[in-house]
């Protein structure tokens, strides 16, 4: 719990899709007036399969089992079923009670649509009441659980009603349209044309029943067609598509009551089933019946399309913009000048140190305790990135726990790397906000890992930039980067009528401790005398090596060259004393320029020599 607020965390993927989208905003509506929030925990792609890596699961390492009281997990959505098995793993070691959709786990509360029997109320419908004998089925993939189960109805209801089965009258679309097309253009090209295609889902169906029509082939007059699933989509084809729909309404019902069954600690049926409604339409010649279609569904699926269009402009703007912002600071004005529905972008604070090549980034726990808030919808403007506690969740968490509106997380990414997260803390239930989640967050990660991928190049470049000026040994510049720095020193005094101070120091032993203790000792002894020489310069003092064994720092301003001559020869005999194989010995003189002087470096370096 959180304060007086119980925690329902629901796992699962797209749920800006129309069968989630009714799940979520449904179960809210039935657990918040009983003090329970929603924390969803969302995948933007569940096209990941179980021996493929999905960064995106890092999402569910934020869920909080200290603080959570029931755990939904929407199985089907979640194709990797090693993020399942995580999950399940940790909510068993946290005592927090589990509610699987559609899928079976022991030990948990398991509610499912009765696929099967609604596939076969589909296929009695085609074959017993149109009386169709000659029947062909298009499943989804071979060795898919879901294909095979109703491939398995199939042949039982075509054997019960004195049909002969065999394996001519099944193909496979892979539950998508390509293959589909093909599936149908091969049952054309055959000549055996049957009276009905059943597919194994939705969207099979309607590319079953576009190839028939292209050629030529009348549905339902000629070939009945039928689908499952019960998508939007099929309302909006020519001819509509008779299909079995799986309300989600009724399923978030009754997930709603197991969930306070299982807060209250009652005893849970182990399996409740759910049967999908079957819909009946155009493309099977039946008025239609038990759609779920409403007059706002063109118009908002209309308004979805034409949103997400701009949406994408507008955002893809945004990722070139913030990409090539100079600093921090400036990728965060470019997020508030968006109008974002309510939003925190919260990032690992490695993320923003230009040191770091993403690639290399290994956080074992995905997301760190000290983090950085880049952007808050709610926050005053303008606004600026702050340190953010991970264990806070959310910028004024308790504000948005009073609205009873879900919170919706997602991870973001980069180059296999993450980044940090996302909150969505809508007040209301937007179609519209909801398919925005997964434009905004793939505009974010790409944004922001680009943003970082180019700071890192940036500090590539100037460290770069700054080995080629440096002597590697001494840490002091080298001829051609001091020269560069001097020139700026040198105007800035002559502007100023200021007074130049050279400080010089030869290393009087060098080619002795070379040759008689090592060339290594050598080089510790001149990196340590130059250490001794800047240590005692003011710290606006620059210096240079001259050479093997000499160097000097210049300075501007008014300065006891005197005290800093002692401080440089104490500094050596320190190091003198730590160091029982040798002494280095040193010479050390300075000089005073006015602005009125010649201050050219040659000139500044002879005269220090010779002072």
Do not use: W
């Amino acid at each position: 719990m959180i304060g007086n607020y119980k925690v329902v965390a629901v796992c699962t993927a797209r749920v800006h899709d129309t069968s989630c989208y009714d799940f979520v905003t449904r179960l809210n509506e039935g657990l918040k007036d009983d003090n329970y929030r929603l924390f969803i925990y969302n995948l933007c792609n569940d096209y990941i399969e179980a021996d493929e890596k999905n960064v995106e699961a890092a999402v569910f390492d934020l869920i909080d089992y200290k603080k959570t009281d029931v755990i939904v997990l929407m199985d089907e959505k979640l194709r990797n079923k090693d993020n399942a098995a995580v999950i399940l793993a940790k909510a068993k070691e946290n005592n927090v009670p589990v509610v699987v959709i559609n899928g079976e786990y022991e030990g948990c509360v398991n509610l499912k649509f009765d696929y099967s029997q609604g596939f076969e109320n589909v296929c009695r419908h085609v074959i017993e009441a149109h009386g169709k004998k000659k029947v062909h089925f298009i499943g989804g993939m071979p060795n898919n659980s879901f294909s095979e189960e109703r491939k398995n109805v199939f042949k039982k209801v075509v054997e019960e009603n004195g049909i002969t089965f065999d394996e001519s009258m099944t193909s496979y679309g892979y539950f998508e349209s390509e293959h589909t097309a093909r599936a149908t253009e091969e049952i054309i090209k055959s000549g055996n044309i049957p009276e009905a295609i059943i597919c194994a889902n939705d969207v099979m169906a309607i590319k079953a029943t576009a190839v028939l029509l292209k050629n030529g082939i009348k549905v339902p007059e000629q070939v009945l067609v039928t689908g499952f699933d019960g998508i939007e989509e099929i309302k909006f084809v020519t001819p509509k598509i008779t299909s079995c729909f799986c309300n989600y309404d009724v399923m978030a019902d009754e997930t709603a009551e197991a969930v306070k069954k299982c807060f209250s600690k009652e005893v849970v049926e182990n399996e409740i089933m759910v049967e999908p409604e079957l819909i009946l339409s155009e493309s099977c010649g039946c008025e239609e019946k038990g759609s779920k279609s409403d007059d706002s569904s063109i118009s908002k699926m209309s308004n979805n399309f034409i949103t997400a269009q701009d949406d994408n402009r507008i955002l893809f703007g945004v990722v070139e913009e913030l990409q090539n912002s100079p600093s921090i600071q400036a990728a965060v004005e470019v997020l508030d000048k968006q109008d974002y529905p309510g939003i925190s972008v919260i990032i690992n604070k490695t993320v923003v140190d230009d040191s770091v090549l993403l690639l290399t980034v290994n956080i074992p726990e995905k997301y760190e305790d000290d983090m950085v808030l880049l952007y808050d919808t709610d926050a005053n403007k303008p606004f600026t990135a702050t340190d953010f506690k991970r264990e806070d969740v959310i910028p004024n968490l308790d504000k948005h726990l009073e609205t009873g509106y879900p919170l919706i997380f997602n991870e973001l990414d980069f180059m296999g790397v993450t980044l940090g997260y996302t909150c969505f803390y809508f007040a209301d239930y937007s179609m519209v906000k909801y398919a925005k989640i997964s434009l905004i967050v793939t505009a974010l990660r790409n944004a922001i890992g680009g943003f970082a991928n180019v700071q890192y190049q940036h500090f590539i470049t100037k460290e770069m930039g700054e080995l080629h000026k440096v002597d590697s040994q001494t840490g002091l510049y080298n001829r051609s980067g001091f020269n560069m720095e001097y020139r700026a020193l040198a105007s800035k005094v002559q502007r100023d009528s200021n007074t130049l101070n050279a400080i010089y120091v030869s290393f009087d032993n060098y080619n002795e401790i070379n040759h008689s203790f090592s060339f290594a000792a050598g080089d510790d002894a001149v990196s340590s005398i130059a250490d001794a020489l800047m240590d005692a310069c003011p710290d606006e003092a620059f210096g240079v090596r001259l050479g093997g064994h000499e160097m000097i720092a210049v300075v501007d301003g008014e300065l006891d060259l005197e005290s800093i001559k002692s401080e440089v020869q104490r500094n050596v005999d320190k190091y003198n004393a730590e160091i029982a194989e040798y002494d280095a010995k040193i010479t050390v003189k300075a000089i005073k320029k006015s602005a009125t002087d010649d201050i050219e470096i040659e000139t500044i370096v002879k005269e220090a020599i010779n002072e």
